[in-house]
Structure formats: C-alpha cells, structure tokens
C-alpha cells in the first residue's frame, strides 16, 4: 500500500484488482502471473516504454523492419492453424495499394469479430521472417477511434500470453480512477527545491503521457523518489552504528608476503592497494564493511582469497557465497591450483544445491564445529539456516545487492563478520559513494600486466564462415572458444539462435575431432557441472552456451567469444559476456553477429564493438535510449531499482543525495503533518523494502 493512503481505513488500494471494473478472474490470473494484484500494484505497473502511435501509411509505403499503421479490411475471415504448442492466426487485409498478411500468436480470437465490410487501423511491426513478410502481432483499432491517438503516445507494458495491451491499459485506468492516492509524502518544500511532480501527477502522468516531456517529468519524480527513499534509508542504517561494532581481530602481519611468494603471477598496484585496505581493517577490531569494484576480470577473487586465507590463519572460518553453483565449484578449483603449493593448506569446505541431503547435513555440521575453514557455497545456501559459529568474513562475489543486509541474514551465533562485496557494475566511484553509502570503497581499476585487449568485430549473418575459421584457428592454437545463442530450443514465436539446434549445426561445420558441448540453464545442476568441467579442463573446445555464462565464469584458456543474434541482448550484458575472454595472457577476440539490419541495432553494437571500457559502453547507453524508454537497464535491476537507471540517471541520483543532506539541516521545515507522513512513509519502506533485499 502507498504510506499515503489513509492507514486503518479501507481503500481500494489494497482491493484485488479483481474489483475493478473490467477485470475479471481470468485476467487476474495473468495478471498475477506479471506480480500484478491488488489495484496498488497495477498503478505501479509502470510501461516498459512509449512509442508514438504511428502516422497511418498505405500498405505499399510499409517498409519491413519498420512499425507501420494501416488502415485496411479483411479480404477473408481470420484462420487459426496449430504449430506444435503455438495457435497462429492469419488474415489478409487490403487497402487501395495492396495487400498484406497479419499474424498473431496464441490469440485465437483476436480479429473474429471483426466486420469484413468496415475498415480497420492495422498497426504493428512489418516483419521478414521464415513464414515470409507479414505484419507481426498488430494491434486492431476502429478508425476514428485511432484518428483521434495519432500522434499521442501509446504504453507498452510488459505481459504475458494472453493479456493483450488494449486490456492492461483498460485495467490500469480503471485502477487510476479508483485509487485513493492521498497525500504526498514529500513535503512541500522538497517538491518545490527540486522541481518535482506531485507523486500523483507523476503516477498517472506515467501511464497516460500525451508527449514525452509528461514521460520525462514523471519518471522524473519516481527515480527521484526511488533514489530518494534507498539513500535515505541506507544512510540511517549507517548511522546506526555498523561502524563501530567490535569484531574479529585478524593478525595479517606475514600474510601478504607468504601468499604472494606462492602466487604464479604478480599482484597490481591496485589489488595490493585493495589487499592493504582490507587487512587494515580487519586487523583494526571493527567490523569491516568494504566493497571491491573492479571491471570483469581485474582479478578481485585473488584479493577476496588472501583475505579469506588470513581469517584462516588465525584460526577463523571464512565463507566466499556466489550466485551460481558453477561459479561456488569453479572457486574452488581457483583454491585448490592456489593453495597447491603452500605447506599448510586451508580446509576447503563446498555447500551447494547438487550435495545430497546427507552430504549437506555433514557439511552443516562441519561448519557448526567452528573448525577453521574456507566454505564455498551459493547466497541461498549459506542463507539457509547453516550455523556460523566462527565465521570472521564473509564474502559475497558477483552480487550487486546489498552487503549490509546481507549479514543479517546469516545465522551468526556471536560477532558479526567482517563483510566483503564483490561487484563489476561499471560505476564511477562518485556514485559508488552515495549507492553504497554504508560501505567504504576498494577500486580496482587496472587489469592484470600483460593482459592484451579483447580484439572485436560486428559481423552479419553472412560473415559466419569466417568467424568460425577464427575459432578453428585458435583452437588449432590449443585454445578454446565460447558460442552463446539467446535461446535454449526452438521457438516458432522468436527468429533466434538456440544452444540444442546451433550445436548439432556446428558439429557438422567444425572438423570431427573437435569437441563441442552445451550449456543452459535449464539442464540439470549436476550436468551443468560437468560440462564446466570439461571446458574448464580444456577437454571441450568449444562451448555453445546461453547467457547462463555471463557472471563470473573463469577459463584463461577460453579466447574466442562468438554471441550470436547479438543485437538481442542489453550493452551492459553484452559487456560482462566478452569479460569471459580475455582473462589470460593470449590475445582474444569477440565476434558480434548481428541479425538485425535497425540502425539503432548497428550503433549499439557499434559501441560494444569499438571499446572494452565498462564505463564508457554503460554512458554511451544514454545516448543511444530513445526518448520513450522507462526502466532501467539491467545492471541497475540488480540493485532493485525498477525504474531508476544508475547511469543513466546519475544526475538524479545526485539530486536525491542532496536532499538527503538537505533534510538533515534547519533549512528543512514540513509542518507537523507534513513530518509525519514523511516520516510514515520513510519507516514504510524500510520495512518493506529493505528488509526484503535481504535475500
Ligand atoms: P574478476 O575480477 O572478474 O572476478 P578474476 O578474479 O576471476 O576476475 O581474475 C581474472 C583472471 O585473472 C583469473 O584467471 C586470475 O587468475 C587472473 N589474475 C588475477 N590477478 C592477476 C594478476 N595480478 N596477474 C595476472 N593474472 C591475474
Ligand atoms: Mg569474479
């Protein structure tokens, strides 16, 4: 519920949306299926974008590639055919140019009750695809009624099979009209220093924008509130005093020297910086809260494990917690070839999903000893109920949420752990300081001596040969080579490459002996496994394979990255896929092939294509974001932000810092009511939201 609906009293707010008029049980379920329930939740379904409702052109001016409006009839009714899982509707409209065939998927009933003498306004995206050129998915308008949307924006929201966007803005509407919005909970003051919408403008504004300064001016005020509200709270939670609590003492004096004379290579300068910072802290008798920044593969797991080695010098227990169980197995071999060659190797303890329950009850109970140990495990197991009794640091890696709830989610029996958080979201340490206000800041910036840049190249479809004669080469070479597809099988609805069918494709291409695999995400934990293995191993060169890839992975050997249909995924993950390559002394390549002809496909890639700089491909992003996109990008969605954009709004996020400062100084004078809805509001999320990014 919004704070500012009146507490204790009933509203709408809370109502399914069931009662709303319009949405009927059928609906709701799909809805449910979008985390869509009661009316609140509906007016917070922001739109993914807005794109003009487009100028009406004859069916001769369509363009493939392009979304068109038309205005048309039917030549003949509509026909449904079955392919497999999918019901594929067809019909042919025509106009006085010519005619055109439209498609829609899984709606059946779409154009049945359409009146074959009337015309219609067709508008949807014309498209050339394997069932040859026709107009992909159209939405249906009657005439007058799209006369009078022409040149205004429409909403996209996102949505699930059988929920069509006519009926999501049906059903927002409806929940716009009967929300009791209340009273802002930003008083006054604050509206007017910083330039504001009222929530309520903002809220409805973001729906029902005529034009994109109503786009911009709305979101405006959410980001704002977004950042607001996390800083706001982060920083109270600082305040609270993490600081001074007294922890583990780890002695480090020695540390440093032993493990580096056993390391294959030298440190940089700023993972020694990073590797000081930390054994400062931890030496100092507080409890270290510490974030490490470094782009993919500036080689933060090494300065995560000499840390870690400390703690087990002393006679603690350790815990580094990853995502992914492929990537808790592969620190373990990065342990295992590290600690080889030292006298006294730490015990090396694995708690992931794949454990049989009786393997996991004995891990749990070996935790529970208090013998010191390394433990290697995923966030969600070490989250659930594992005893930690001796346990001075704990390590997150590739987590880009938040280290200091994190703790609270452990089952410590006595002190606190020291915190360390690992991440690779490219942003610049100005930002870094107000988005993780509550821990202090180890960069690092340099990679690794030696380490040559990632040599790109944007291909078309039609260049693939010679990509593969780049692969063959550096296998030839002994190396090996990773393909990603966007897809795990076959998909009549998505023209896209996918893992099963691009490997049986390839093994035809490639000469016999050599070795290829697949990966995905929906194989079995243990399968996954092995096959990571084996590519980790070098017995496997090539590795057809998903996004599933993307954080953390670690195979030097591995220099040839070839994303297929590239033009699908986001920059930022884009970026973190190429980080795989490149990782070892060799020189690597990453070949984008692109599938789409857009020219804003062919700039984006361009940007990936033309520098390896995390920074700079997330700034370029700005500049590439049509005017009606809304939500963040994905790297910012790992920090629960739904709207707001690190990035790309950085100069909000600035604005919400101030105001931060702001409230804290006489200046700030709400009234009484003013002060206790903010403050109402503030406990509100805290509650909320805070405690639910625990996991
Ligand atoms: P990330 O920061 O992305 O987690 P990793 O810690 O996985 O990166 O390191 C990437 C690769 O670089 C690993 O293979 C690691 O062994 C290697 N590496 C780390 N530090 C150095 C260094 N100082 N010199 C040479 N190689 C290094
Ligand atoms: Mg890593």
Redesign the pocket.
């Known amino acids: 519920m919004h704070p500012d609906s009146v507490k204790g009293k009933y509203t709408m707010n809370d109502s399914p949306i069931t009662a709303l008029k319009g949405v009927g049980s059928k609906s709701a379920q799909l809805f449910a299926g979008l985390g869509v329930s009661t009316v609140e939740d509906l007016v917070r379904f922001y739109p993914l974008r807005f794109i003009p409702y487009e100028k009406m052109i004859s069916i001769e001016e369509a363009h493939t590639g392009e979304s068109v409006a038309v205005c048309a009839s039917l030549v003949r009714s509509p026909h449904t055919i079955r392919a497999g899982a999918l019901k594929i509707t067809e019909a042919r409209i025509e106009d006085f140019s010519g005619k055109l065939r439209c498609v829609w998927y899984n709606s059946p009933y779409i154009a049945s009750g359409l009146n074959p003498d009337e015309e219609y306004v067709f508008a949807g995206t014309l498209v050339s695809k394997k069932m040859g050129i026709y107009l992909e998915h159209p939405l249906i308008y009657k005439k007058d009624e799209y006369a009078s949307l022409a040149g205004r924006l429409r909403p996209v929201y996102r949505t699930v099979k059988g929920l069509s966007q006519k009926l999501i803005s049906k059903a927002v509407r409806a929940a716009l009209e009967s929300y009791a919005f209340g009273e802002d909970y930003l008083p006054v003051d604050i509206i007017e220093r910083y330039d504001l919408p009222e929530y309520r403008d903002a809220c409805i504004k973001m729906h029902l924008a005529e034009n994109i300064s109503d786009v911009n001016a709305a979101r405006r005020r959410l980001v704002f509130d977004e950042f607001f509200n996390f800083i706001y709270s982060i920083s109270r939670l600082k305040g609270e005093g993490n600081k001074t609590e007294s922890g583990f003492v780890i002695d480090t004096s020695g540390i440093a020297e032993e493990f580096t004379s056993n390391l294959s ?4 300068a700023d ?1 020694i910086r990073t590797v000081n910072e930390i054994f400062c802290d931890i030496s100092s008798g507080k409890v270290m809260n510490r974030l490490i920044q ?9 300065v995560a494990l000499m840390a870690m080695y400390a703690a087990w010098r002393n006679g603690y227990q350790s815990i580094i917690m990853v995502p992914t169980e492929v990537l808790a197995n592969q620190h373990l071999r ?1 342990c295992e070839r590290i600690f080889a060659g030292f006298e006294d190797k730490p015990e090396l303890i694995l708690l992931t999903g794949s454990l049989t329950a009786r393997e996991k009850d004995a891990v749990r109970t070996d935790i529970a000893s208090g013998r010191p140990c390394i433990i290697i495990g995923t966030h969600a197991l070490i989250q659930s109920g594992v005893q930690l009794n001796n346990v001075a640091l704990a390590v997150t ?2 987590q880009h949420r938040f280290g200091v709830r994190q703790r609270q989610s452990l089952s410590i029996r006595e002190k606190p752990p020291h915190v360390l958080v ?1 991440s ?1 979201t490219p942003i610049p340490r100005t930002l870094a300081v107000i988005l993780y206000g509550d821990l202090d800041i180890s960069m ?1 910036i340099t990679k ?4 040559l840049p990632v040599k790109n190249a944007v291909i078309g479809a039609k260049e693939r040969g010679k990509a593969y004669r780049t692969i063959l080469n550096e296998i030839n070479a002994g190396h090996q080579a990773y393909i990603i597809c966007p897809m795990v099988e076959e998909s009549e609805a998505v023209d896209a490459e996918n893992v099963i069918d691009y490997t049986e494709k390839i093994k035809g291409i490639f000469p016999e002996n050599i070795v290829i695999q697949f990966l995905h995400g929906r194989m079995r934990q243990e399968e996954k496994d092995n096959i990571m293995c084996s590519f980790a191993g070098g017995s496997t060169n090539i590795l057809v394979s998903t996004t599933v890839i993307e954080v ?1 992975v ?1 195979v ?1 050997n591995a220099t040839v990255m070839m994303i297929e249909n590239a033009e699908r995924y986001g920059l930022a993950t884009l970026h973190q896929l190429r ?1 795989r390559v490149g ?2 002394d060799d020189q690597s390549y990453c070949i984008f092939v692109r599938t789409n002809d857009s020219e804003i496909a062919k700039q984006r890639l361009e940007v990936v294509g033309r520098s390896n700089d995390g920074f700079f491909i997330a700034s370029e992003d700005l500049r590439l974001r049509g005017p009606g996109e809304i939500l963040g990008q994905a790297q910012s969605g790992q920090m629960h932000f739904e709207l707001a954009d690190i990035f790309n709004d950085a100069e909000i996020l600035k604005l919400a810092d101030d105001c931060c400062r702001y409230v804290e100084t006489e200046d700030f004078r709400p009234d009484d009511d003013e002060l206790i809805r903010f403050r109402r509001h503030m406990e509100d999320y805290r509650d909320k939201r805070l405690i639910n990014l625990s996991i």
């Open positions: 290579y030298e440190l940089t993972q470094g782009d993919v593969g500036s080689g933060k797991t090494v990065t890696d590739e690992m690779a690092i690794p001596q030696g380490r953390g670690d030097p980080g990782r070892g």
